[in-house]
């Protein structure tokens, strides 16, 4: 049997124990909340990036077409100015 004092210190050492394991349980936790924001912002980005890319390669095809069109315009006066 043991005593008393043996007792009171296996308690203390198991309260110690479980104690850490709850503490290391905390910090897990807050790196798994960390993570997650993380990967959310991140996921955030490359959509904000997608749409600009998206939104530069629009306004490029749209310069391109009033090039275009300009270039038609000019030719179309040339053609005038050669038949006049």
Request: aromatic fraction near 2%.
């Amino acid at each position: 049997m043991k005593s008393y004092s043996d007792l009171q210190e296996d308690l203390e050492q198991r309260r110690k124990e479980l104690q850490a394991k709850q503490k290391k349980q905390i910090e897990d936790r807050k790196k798994k909340a960390i993570s997650y924001r993380d990967i959310v912002a991140g996921n955030m980005e490359k959509e904000k990036k997608k749409i600009q890319k998206e939104r530069d390669k629009e306004a490029e095809r749209k310069q391109a077409l009033r090039a275009r069109e300009a270039m038609k315009d000019e030719i179309k006066r040339e053609i005038e100015s050669e038949k006049n």
